[in-house]
């Protein structure tokens, strides 16, 4: 992965080399490359106008596809719940995951979260954010540039199993809280998220 203001200043940089060689070959009459430089800056241009207007932060492969050709995920149910304290403000998206999806067919599966088991078969790491992304702009909520480890492995409290956090948050503090969602239909499990909270305070 690589930030997007990055990748603005390396086709910046190769877009300006390909005009100051276009402007040399046209002044030395170099005709026979002329239409290769053309195309070439054509192209800089139009990946240099699509990293500008993008709202990705953070550039990857599935993410640049997600961007062009959004993907037709379901409309999630969740609830929105507001709770203060002394220091912070908190806002709680709570995902469907239990007994009221069995009840009700029309109530989409929660979320998958996908992560990736850790080496001790124990934890689970979401290294790639974008599953997690894509939820969040279902939410109208900043996206995360880059992955986190399970907060058990970092803090040792048996309470932060399955959560995840993003301390340099936009809009805070970032918790995700991840479940384990069996699907009705053929009874295959998935990683799935249940909770999103956003904490105004920064840890």
Same mark, same amino acid.
């Given at each position: 992965m690589i930030s997007t203001s990055l990748a603005i200043n390396l086709v910046t940089a190769l877009l300006a080399i390909n005009v100051i060689w276009l402007i040399y070959i046209l002044?030395?009459?170099?005709?026979?490359?002329? #239409?290769?430089?053309?195309?070439?800056? #054509?192209?800089?241009?139009?990946i240099l106008g699509y990293l500008q207007n993008t709202r990705l932060t953070v550039l990857s492969f599935k993410a640049i596809k997600n961007d062009l050709f959004?993907?037709?995920?379901?409309?999630y149910q969740y609830t929105v719940s507001e709770s203060d304290t002394l220091y912070s403000h908190r806002t709680i998206y709570t995902f469907?995951?239990?007994?009221?999806?069995?009840r009700d067919s029309t109530i989409p599966a929660p979320p998958e979260l996908?992560? +990736?088991?850790?080496?001790?078969?124990?934890?689970f790491t979401l290294e790639d954010p974008e599953s997690l992304n894509l939820v969040l702009d279902q939410l109208k909520l900043p996206r995360v540039s880059h992955g986190a480890k399970e907060l058990v492995t970092i803090t040792g409290n048996q309470t932060d199993v399955g959560v995840y956090r993003w301390d340099d948050y936009p809009l805070g503090t970032l918790i995700v809280e991840r479940t384990l969602f069996q699907k009705r239909d053929n009874l295959q499990?998935?990683?799935?998220?249940?909770?999103?909270? +956003?904490?105004?305070?920064r840890y």
């Open positions: 002044f030395r009459g170099h005709t026979e490359s002329l #239409v290769r430089t053309i195309i070439i800056i #054509v192209l800089l241009g139009i959004p993907p037709d995920i379901p409309e469907f995951t239990g007994q009221e999806v069995e996908k992560v +990736v088991m850790d080496p001790n078969g124990r934890t499990s998935y990683n799935a998220i249940s909770r999103i909270i +956003v904490d105004s305070r």
